[in-house]
């Protein structure tokens, strides 16, 4: 079973930034769609960015656009979300998620993806 191990998360000023890491054991992530979610306290999970097999497609929240950038290592096995000018609405737990499914990034919602990471909570605070 593909597990995946979130990141990089922490507390941090507002207009701080923190760059997340999702990586992969035991599969290689070659194949996979991966999604970046958040979900905040009393809120729906949400889809922040998603990024096909490739790399060369990638998704943005409208919230998350311009600051946040979705990147993918595949030597390493692992994907980034690059997040920059971090206000204090980011704060949420942050999940990356894997899909076999060729329309997940485009999609970039939760229930197009399968397996799942723990999350890593992110805090956007002064």
């Known amino acids: 079973q593909l597990q995946l191990v979130e990141s990089g998360g922490g507390l941090v000023q507002p207009g701080g930034s923190l760059r997340l890491s999702c990586a992969a054991s035991?599969?290689?992530?070659?194949?996979?769609?991966i999604g970046w979610f958040r979900q905040a306290p009393g809120k729906e999970r949400e889809g922040v960015s998603c990024?096909?097999?490739?790399?060369?497609?990638?998704n943005y929240a409208d919230s998350v656009k311009g600051r946040f950038t979705i990147s993918r290592d595949n030597a390493k096995n692992t994907v980034y979300l690059q997040m920059n000018s971090l206000k204090p609405e980011d704060t949420a737990v942050y999940y990356c998620?894997?899909?076999?499914?060729?329309?997940?990034?485009?999609?970039?919602?939760?229930?197009?993806?399968?397996?799942w990471g723990q999350g890593t909570q992110v805090t956007v605070s002064s």
């Open positions: 035991r599969f290689t992530l070659d194949y996979y769609a």
């Open positions: 990024i096909s097999s490739s790399g060369t497609s990638t």
């Open positions: 998620a894997a899909s076999r499914s060729a329309l997940s990034w485009y999609r970039c919602v939760h229930d197009a993806f399968g397996s």
